[in-house]
């Protein structure tokens, strides 16, 4: 919430604002597109590549007044971090220290960060969640000279937004958003946190245009408050190669838009699943476009509605597609995390698995993933007729022939000949 608000306040005075988000993630970027007003993509050196990293970067500096990168966990936590970005880009770091019940220990901590690596150092930092404007001078006073304290935010309910098991409520569940980005951003700019940072140069080169491999091909992309995890940059490689595409919703549409392919991505199914199971029309159109040859792609919570039920975190037990045998069933706890890849004929698909549920199935998996921390296999990777199915999340842009394939059903063939 500190970088949505200082959007947020940077936008309210005017100035084009960009931001983006380390790794992984679908439920920030939603919050961020609201507070800035602009698109929000994903960096990440091993994910989306340090070629994308540098280029979307140089592409939002070019119009951009401000742009800011939201890190993930802490500055240095996982390989790679969002420290690595920042030593490749020449990013200036700003860590967000938890500073209630801190004293002059606060000067250590940022210290302390500032030394951990020799290509990587602060350029200032802001405390968060101080008691009193006399708790911010101590903080100042205790960080080394040549380190500011670029703002002391002190506690206000404006600063939480309420989260769930997979992460943040999503944007559009938020009752008031904008009404409480406005009063964060007050509370930043109170701290004293409006002022510009020094300028950055930030040049790439250009990303080779992807090849036209989905031309003619039209995807109905499942989009509702059950299925809404979609990376931007993935529907935008699938527009790039050429596809059209149509969103529909499978919580409250009747019938399934006309379409020659698939995909039902991530998302809170669990939440949904009474409604869902009600809404036969649709489950009964998208059992005929399976049982019609026409590809699918189902991703995690897209997985969970192809089983043939679903068990919900109150132990309630729901119709599902039954395109898969087996049920998914809400753990309570995780059970799946972390960086992962899968090797296609077309090419290594990178991205993540994050799950709270399992699965209860007998159907053997085609193939599975890599984890990218440990190099131990990871998803299960399902295929039933022209579905496939896991609870992996791919980054599309990272193989575009391999997410082409997954929409014109070539995905495990050696070559494709479409």
């Keep these: 919430m500190i970088t949505a608000a200082l959007a947020r306040l940077h936008r309210n005075a005017g100035r084009h604002v960009r931001v983006f988000k380390y790794g992984p993630d679908y439920l ?126 002190q506690r206000n309910e404006a600063l939480h937004i309420p989260d769930r098991h997979l992460g943040l409520v999503q944007a559009g569940e938020v009752a008031d958003l904008d009404l409480q980005l406005d009063a964060a951003a007050e509370v930043l700019r109170e701290a004293g946190l409006e002022a510009l940072p020094a300028t950055v140069e930030l040049v790439a080169d250009p990303l080779p245009l992807p090849p036209r ?88 919570g897209g997985l969970m509605a192809c089983m043939e039920a679903l068990v919900d975190g109150d132990g309630h037990a729901h119709r599902m597609l039954g395109l898969l045998p087996g049920r998914a069933v809400m753990a309570g706890k995780l059970t799946g995390l972390g960086l992962q890849s899968l090797a296609t004929p077309h090419g290594e698909l990178r991205g993540h698995t ?21 190099g131990t296999a990871g998803e299960a990777v399902y295929r039933q007729g022209s579905l496939t199915a896991s609870y992996y999340h791919a980054y599309f842009p990272s193989a575009p022939a391999a997410a082409a394939a997954l929409f014109r059903g070539t995905f495990f063939e050696e070559t494709d000949h479409a």
């Design 354 to 374: 994050f799950h709270h549920s399992r699965l209860e199935t007998e159907l053997e998996p085609v193939a599975r993933t890599v984890r990218n921390r440990t």
């Design 28 to 153: 920030d970027p939603m919050v961020l597109e609201r507070a800035s007003g602009n698109p929000v993509y994903q960096l990440h050196p091993w994910m989306t590549g340090m070629a994308e990293c540098r280029w979307r970067l140089a592409e939002a500096v070019r119009d951009a007044d401000l742009v800011l990168v939201e890190g993930s966990m802490g500055l240095f936590d996982g390989d790679p971090s969002s420290a690595d970005l920042a030593a490749a880009t020449g990013l200036p770091v700003v860590p967000v220290i938890e500073a209630a019940g801190m004293g002059q220990t606060f000067g250590a901590v940022a210290l302390g960060l500032d030394l951990y690596r020799d290509n990587v150092h602060l350029s200032g930092v802001i405390a968060n969640r101080t008691g009193s404007v006399g708790h911010g001078r101590m903080l100042a006073e205790a960080l080394p000279e040549r380190m500011p304290l670029l703002g002391a935010v």
């Design 213 to 300: 491999l989905l031309e003619g091909v039209r995807i109905a992309i499942a989009r509702d408050s059950a299925f809404a995890f979609i990376y931007r940059a993935n529907v935008e490689l699938l527009a790039a190669m050429g596809a059209e595409l149509v969103e529909f919703s499978p919580l409250a549409d009747q019938a399934l838009p006309e379409c020659d392919a698939l995909w039902l991505p991530g998302g809170y199914p669990e939440l949904h699943a009474r409604q869902f199971a009600d809404n036969l029309p649709m489950l009964l159109a998208m059992r005929a476009h399976h049982a019609e040859g026409k590809p699918i792609l189902a991703e995690c």
